[in-house]
T-cell receptor, first 115, second 114 residues
Framework: GAVVSQHPSWVICKSGTSVKIECRSLDFQATTMFWYRQFPKQSLMLMAT?????????EQGVEKDKFLINHASLTLSTLTVTSAHPEDSSFYIC???????????FGPGTRLTVT | KQEVTQIPAALSVPEGENLVLNCSFTDSAIYNLQWFRQDPGKGLTSLLLIQSSQREQTSGRLNASLDKSSGRSTLYIAASQPGDSATYLC?????????????FGKGTKLSVIP
């Protein structure tokens, strides 16, 4: 149980285009999901916290107009990178809150390359 | 603001050795602590979760301890194997209202030499 999927697993896009990444909790409902970004050889940095049915809470320094987050259902959150630039190239990982123990379950990540 | 430090940044050991990875955090007001494994280019695999009221957790060859008052946790790996080679991340979760997010350390890159 407690499986989180992400789609796509990798994507290459041209500078100036937008890319949408999906995060799904497959066998449980997640009222809260999280989006992280990881640069090469760096640790995970929290970008935003997403609550179902409400606006996402962004961490300091993360542009909410550039990284659009939608959490429309208890099993799906999406991250849209708008007007992507090469510096947005990174590994994006989502996670979802499990029940009870406040354990986060992580997706497999999405590798974004902007050319 | 919570800060998590992992020492060493990298570690190389021969197969069969027992080893310890260290994690320290600055704010002892945590809800729990998790150890993860990350293989290159992959997502995170949760290894052990320790609640703030617990002292240790064990899973197979892995044992994690937590000393909340001193802000320290260790991950002990017994009889290391080449398949254990990966980056190990420590993360703590705050206990304040609304503090749902995890704060990660930078990880320890482990190489187990056959």
């Amino acid at each position: 149980g407690a499986v989180v999927s992400q789609h796509p697993s990798w994507v290459i896009c041209k500078s100036g285009t937008s890319v949408k990444i999906e995060c799904r909790s497959l066998d449980f409902q997640a009222t809260t999901m999280f989006w992280y970004r990881q640069f090469p050889k760096q640790s995970l940095m929290l970008m935003a916290t997403s609550n179902e049915g409400s606006k996402a809470t962004y961490e300091q320094g993360v542009e909410k107009d550039k990284f659009l987050i939608n959490h429309a259902s208890l099993t799906l959150s999406t991250l849209t990178v708008t007007s992507a630039h090469p510096e947005d190239s990174s590994f994006y990982i989502c996670s979802a809150d499990g029940q009870g123990q406040y354990e986060q379950y992580f997706g497999p990540g999405t590798r974004l390359t902007v050319t | 603001k919570q800060e998590v430090t992992q020492i060493p940044a990298a570690l190389s050991v021969p197969e069969g050795e027992n080893l310890v990875l260290n994690c320290s955090f600055t704010d002892s007001a945590i809800y729990n602590l998790q150890w993860f494994r990350q293989d290159p280019g992959k997502g995170l695999t949760s290894l052990l979760l320790i609640q703030s009221s617990q002292r240790e957790q064990t899973s197979g060859r892995l044992n994690a301890s937590l000393d909340k008052s001193s802000g320290r946790s260790t991950l002990y790996i017994a009889a290391s194997q080449p398949g254990d080679s990966a980056t190990y991340l420590c993360a703590v979760r705050g206990s304040g209202a609304g503090s749902y997010q995890l704060t990660f350390g930078k990880g320890t890159k482990l190489s187990v030499i056959p």
